[in-house]
Nanobody
Framework: QVQLVESGGGLVQPGESLRLSCVAS????????MGWYRQGPGNKRVLLAS???????HYADSVEGRFTISRDGAENTAYLQMNNLNPEDTAVYYC?????????WGKGTFVTVSS
């Protein structure tokens, strides 16, 4: 049973940064392409960034240049560095495989950007 646990969210002001972490219970992230997703208030869950097993990354237009996805296979961890946050980034952030596996969804981590 794979479990993905997200952490690192919080309340920040516009322009600040956060680093999210996603720890896998097994070495799944060395097998799958991993992704970070978010679901804002009243919105559907969307893919923000993905990274393949070989390190190739892709980003949604909304976060390109501000967010950076990375992974550490030895620690079974994926990261999302988020810079220059703005209120539109307020959401629950999740990690999963890319494309996502339904049973892997965790509880997510809340990010609130507000002055």
């Amino acid at each position: 049973q794979v479990q993905l646990v997200e952490s690192g969210g919080g309340l920040v002001q516009p322009g600040e940064s956060l680093r999210l972490s996603c720890v896998a219970s097994v070495s799944t992230i060395t097998i799958y392409a991993m992704g970070w997703y978010r679901q804002g208030p009243g919105n559907k869950r969307v893919l923000l960034a993905s990274i393949t097993e070989s390190g190739i990354t892709h980003y949604a237009d909304s976060v390109e240049g501000r967010f950076t996805i990375s992974r550490d296979g030895a620690e079974n961890t994926a990261y999302l560095q988020m810079n220059n946050l703005n209120p539109e980034d307020t959401a629950v952030y999740y990690c999963n495989a890319a494309p996502p596996v339904e049973k892997y969804w965790g509880k997510g981590t809340f990010v609130t950007v507000s002055s």
